[in-house]
T-cell receptor, first 116, second 111 residues
Framework: GAVVSQHPSWVICKSGTSVKIECRSL??????MFWYRQFPKQSLMLMAT?????????EQGVEKDKFLINHASLTLSTLTVTSAHPEDSSFYIC????????????FGQGTRLTVV | DAKTTQPPSMDCAEGRAANLPCNHS???????VYWYRQIHSQGPQYIIH???NNETNEMASLIITEDRKSSTLILPHATLRDTAVYYC????????????FGDGTTLTVKP
């Protein structure tokens, strides 16, 4: 089946630094990837849609200059949290548009970001 | 995407069937019902989806009412590993990765 892999699974960084999270579709090409954020005991909230070769589309209230998204290839999208602060600590999850013939989304295993 | 309503939590005895309801009274004709689950600190996992007919796969069964305003996910023989948050999502078949997640149902399977 289609596999989406995120790296790293968890990361701890100091306040003010930047962190990059990778999302890869391992056995299929994904023209579109999606980034979600999930705070403790809450549901997933869509942050942005990442399109290969073009600028990402951000949901209302998500700062595009803080959450930089790059989708340079059909198998890789990256989310960079710039100048991270403790309130950015969260579980970040990506998903990829499915291979041809499938309609369900495939999610990465998530990245736990802790900013200290 | 149509809004869904699910009970916040449910318990189920190990080995028994778990029936998880979902209301989606504003579903439109071209929207499907998708179910995902999220085990603690993992990404969501696809379970099953359907349009209007009942569906079954190796994981679960999906029962959709005739008016399509509600559905039930059935885990026929729940195990402890089925403890998770279950999300019912209603959306069109396009743009599969873009899903609106509600609060879901926390299913706790007890020994």
């Amino acid at each position: 089946g289609a596999v989406v892999s995120q790296h790293p699974s968890w990361v701890i960084c100091k306040s003010g630094t930047s962190v990059k999270i990778e999302c890869r579709s391992l056995d299929f090409q994904a023209t579109t990837m999606f980034w979600y954020r999930q705070f403790p005991k809450q549901s997933l909230m869509l942050m942005a849609t990442s399109n290969e070769g073009s600028k990402a589309t951000y949901e209302q209230g998500v700062e595009k200059d803080k959450f930089l998204i790059n989708h340079a290839s059909l198998t890789l999208s990256t989310l960079t949290v710039t100048s991270a602060h403790p309130e950015d600590s969260s579980f970040y999850i990506c998903s990829a548009s499915p291979p041809r013939g499938l309609t369900e989304a495939f999610f990465g295993q998530g990245t736990r970001l802790t900013v200290v | 995407d149509a809004k869904t309503t699910q009970p916040p939590s449910m318990d189920c005895a190990e080995g028994r069937a778990a029936n998880l309801p979902c209301n989606h009274s504003t579903i439109s004709g071209n929207e499907y019902v998708y179910w995902y689950r999220q085990i603690h600190s993992q990404g969501p996992q696809y379970i099953i989806h359907g349009l209007k007919n009942n569906e079954t796969n190796e994981m679960a069964s999906l029962i959709i009412t005739e008016d399509r305003k509600s559905s039930t996910l059935i885990l026929p023989h729940a195990t402890l590993r089925d403890t998770a948050v279950y999300y019912c999502i209603v959306r069109e078949n396009t743009n599969a990765g873009k899903s609106t997640f509600g609060d879901g149902t926390t299913l706790t399977v007890k020994p």
